[in-house]
């Protein structure tokens, strides 16, 4: 087979262009090249951003915010990446329209919200993920369409841990340790995924049963509150009169101790007093007992009135009677004196 024959690149005839000097044809061009080379050797970057610069497709610096140069005509490629501004994922609702009066999407997310509980429930769980780009070649270069990968990972994180607890756990006492398990988690899978992700909260903004099973779930709840209001007044009570009981018994008791020790004291002061008496009254009876005996008068006769002793043998002695006085009552008794 012969070769072909070669084309005679002589024999072209361009176009003549009347009216039109060569030399300023290519001053255009000279021109046109040089605002071309402008154009795209520059670009400038947000306050909030961080560039990621490609030379022929392999990653080649990292640049921070404001104008920069670059090499033209593609041989260099930019990206921008907002690493300072944080970022948020929703999940089971969409935000339309973020302010006073916010707006949401009525569209239908089940598939994101439902999940089945530990103990066999359903709940409809609706949270938020914020996070921050803080590798910016990982976040571009690791992982293909890393937005969505980290949605799959956050709605994988948030269905382990609630068909780990009861339906209460995931309604009330256990959202807040669920949320924050729910960040380490996903904060550890973006590690290890290399997403260049730093997840800085984990909000649950709504957790409750379906709509169709509601009226039942809100009885079963009043019930139980019901029955933890019940409890709690039952410990009141409890905690009211249990104390006072003790403090009534222990008062009583010191009252006791208080009156047995009085007691024994007088008894044990009575029998000494007793005990010093008799060792005087040892010492001299005669003296003891004539004193016991005045004193003994002495408390005895105030209390009977006037008292005449008159000799047994006097006789006409009736006469006398009125020389007393009026309201003194008198007692005659015969003896051996006047």
């Not at 990621?52 to 921008?80: D, M, Q, S, W």
């Not at 029955?227 to 009169?241: P, V, W």
């Amino acid at each position: 087979m012969s070769d072909p024959t070669p084309f005679d690149l002589s024999k072209i005839r361009l176009p003549q262009m009347k009216g039109i000097n060569p030399r300023s044809l290519m001053r255009i061009g000279v021109v046109a090249a040089f605002i071309l080379v402008v154009l795209t050797s520059w670009f400038q970057v947000g306050p909030e951003s961080v560039a990621v610069v490609l030379r022929l497709g392999a990653y080649n610096r990292e640049v921070p915010p404001g104008l920069h140069f670059k090499l033209p005509f593609g041989l260099e490629t930019v990206y921008i990446v907002e690493t300072q501004r944080q970022l948020k994922e929703e999940f089971g609702f969409r935000t339309l329209q973020a302010g006073v009066n916010t707006r949401y999407s009525q569209s239908n997310f089940d598939a994101e919200s439902l999940m089945l509980t530990g103990d066999l429930n359903v709940a409809v769980v609706e949270w938020t993920v914020q996070y921050r780009i803080v590798e910016p070649q990982n976040f571009l270069f690791r992982v293909r369409d890393v937005t969505e990968t980290f949605r799959y990972m956050a709605q994988a994180v948030m269905r382990e841990l609630v068909g780990d607890r009861t339906i209460n756990e995931v309604l009330t006492v256990g959202r807040t340790e669920l949320a924050m398990t729910a960040q380490i988690q996903l904060q550890a899978l973006c590690d290890q995924y290399e997403t260049g992700i730093r997840v800085e909260q984990v909000i649950l903004q709504d957790v409750t049963p379906p709509d169709e099973v509601k009226p039942a779930f809100n009885e079963v709840n009043q019930s139980q509150q019901q029955k933890e209001t019940l409890i709690n007044e039952a410990r009141a009570e409890y905690n009211r009169a249990v104390p006072q009981a003790r403090g009534v018994a222990l008062q009583t008791i010191q009252q006791a101790e208080g009156y047995a020790l009085d007691r024994v004291n007088r008894a044990k002061g009575e029998a000494d007093r007793f005990a010093a008496v008799y060792q005087e009254y040892r010492k001299s009876p005669q003296v003891t007992r004539q004193r016991l005996y005045l004193e003994t008068m002495e408390r005895v006769l105030p209390s009977i009135g006037r008292i005449l002793v008159v000799d047994k043998d006097a006789g006409n002695i009736i006469p006398l009677l009125h020389l007393g006085d009026a309201g003194s009552p008198v007692t005659p008794r015969k003896g051996g004196g006047s």
